[in-house]
């Protein structure tokens, strides 16, 4: 069966330091990668998407970058951290376009 | 015309009775409708979706209703249990997009 792994569940950073959220999906090949942050009492809002090693589409321009170095495996990072970049973090996988979206448990990051 | 509205905001039933969930969409292109129920602290999970081709679908206590013509479908939860407190987003997607459309949520809580 399938899983998602997400890591680190809580994640409290200062501001202007980087940041790395790591997510891997097992037990499946070549499925869509989705971040997804959502703020306290929010909504989830789209960060990147992801149908394919090295193909990264932003949904929204901030100082946040993603990348899919393997076929399994989404990051996401910062080079410095900012205030509003607190929040609610979600990985999730597709296995092709119009299906069901599986989430993984989430990060909690904290900017201090 | 890639929103998706969600009413209400939150909603407060006592047990047993029945919870209503209502989105709205514009998009015509828009061919899958699911719900996914988030606890605290946990990603989303897909908890019941539907296809246009149908006007209801039911699993268990949870039942979506879908109108095309007007662009609405709802989520009722019969005989609802404190159990069932959580958010409720409803969400759309099309055939050959590559993400969801989430609505923002509905937190519901059921009094014991």
């Known amino acids: 069966s399938q899983t998602i792994h997400q890591w680190p569940a809580t994640l409290v950073q200062p501001v202007g330091s980087p940041l790395s959220l790591e997510c891997t999906v097992e037990g499946t090949s070549n499925p869509n990668l989705y971040w997804y942050r959502q703020a306290a009492g929010r909504g989830l809002q789209l960060l990147f998407y992801?149908?394919?090693?090295?193909?990264i589409s932003s949904e929204v321009p901030q100082n946040l970058s993603a990348s899919r170095p393997q076929d399994r495996q989404f990051i996401l990072s910062s080079k410095k951290l900012l205030l509003s970049d607190s929040g609610f973090y979600l990985c999730?996988?597709?296995?092709?376009?119009?299906?069901?979206?599986?989430f993984g448990q989430g990060t909690r990051l904290t900017v201090v | 015309q890639q929103q998706v509205k969600q009413s209400p905001q939150s909603l407060i039933v006592q047990k047993g009775g029945i919870s209503i969930i209502n989105c709205a969409y514009e998009n015509t292109a828009f061919d899958y409708f699911p719900w996914y129920q988030q606890f605290p602290g946990k990603g989303p999970a897909l908890l019941i979706a539907?296809?246009?081709?149908?006007s209801e679908k039911k699993e268990g206590r949870f039942t979506i209703s879908f109108n095309k013509s007007a662009k609405q479908f709802s989520l009722h939860i019969m005989d609802s249990q404190p159990g069932d407190s959580a958010t409720y987003f409803c969400?759309?997607?099309?055939?050959?997009?590559?993400?969801?459309?989430f609505g923002p949520g509905t937190r519901l809580s059921v009094l014991p």
């Open positions: 992801s149908v394919g090693i090295g193909q």
């Open positions: 999730a996988w597709m296995p092709f376009a119009n299906t069901e979206a599986f």
């Open positions: 539907i296809r246009p081709d149908v």
């Open positions: 969400a759309a997607s099309r055939n050959y997009g590559q993400n969801f459309v």
